[in-house]
């Protein structure tokens, strides 16, 4: 490794990660410092995660009650909104940059999540379009599952270099 190089692999060297850093260093925010550093990854990809779950949360609840869309279109309409978030937000704060284009890893990214999506959307089909279930109930019981799922997903198919995916 050159010595301008920037290890990828340690998060305290990331960067990106300068502004979470900030953050955590205003006067307010400093008492949760230590853990911060205890485990700076984990608590940015929640934060991030947080980001990208809220506007999903967000868009599926103003497009199904504001604008009176059946709940599971509601839904997919809100995830493609969140997925680029997401996308974005991940990309840049969290894994590691690739050899491939933007548009290649949205493509891969957002089709890794279709796997989610059809089950978040079927669940939403059941439980709220058809058993009529408060959409904002369905969806806060279904966020940590495809959080889980999602997370798994990005990590093993869509942010993993060509050398990587070469040695696994």
Not at 51 to 59: A, H, K
Not at 70 to 82: R, T
Request: hydrophobic share 55%.
């Amino acid at each position: 490794m050159e010595k301008n190089e920037i290890n990828t692999n340690d998060v305290n060297n990331k960067p990106q990660f300068a502004i979470f850093d900030w953050i955590v260093s205003l006067p307010v925010i400093r008492i949760v410092k230590p853990l911060y550093e205890w485990k700076k990854a984990f608590w940015i990809y929640c934060f991030l995660g947080f980001i990208s779950t809220v506007s999903n949360y967000i868009f599926a609840i103003v497009l199904a009650d504001t604008f009176g869309i059946m709940g599971s279109i509601a839904n997919v309409i809100a995830w493609l909104l969140s997925t680029f978030i997401s996308f974005v937000l991940f990309r840049y704060f969290y894994f590691d940059r690739t050899n491939n284009s933007f548009f290649n890893e949205l493509v891969k990214f957002a089709s890794a999540r279709i796997f989610t999506l059809g089950f978040e959307t079927l669940s939403i089909f059941i439980f709220v379009d058809l058993l009529h279930i408060d959409i904002k109930i369905v969806k806060l019981v279904l966020i940590p599952i495809t959080a889980i799922l999602n997370y798994f997903i990005s990590k093993i198919f869509v942010f993993k270099n060509k050398e990587e995916k070469e040695t696994t």
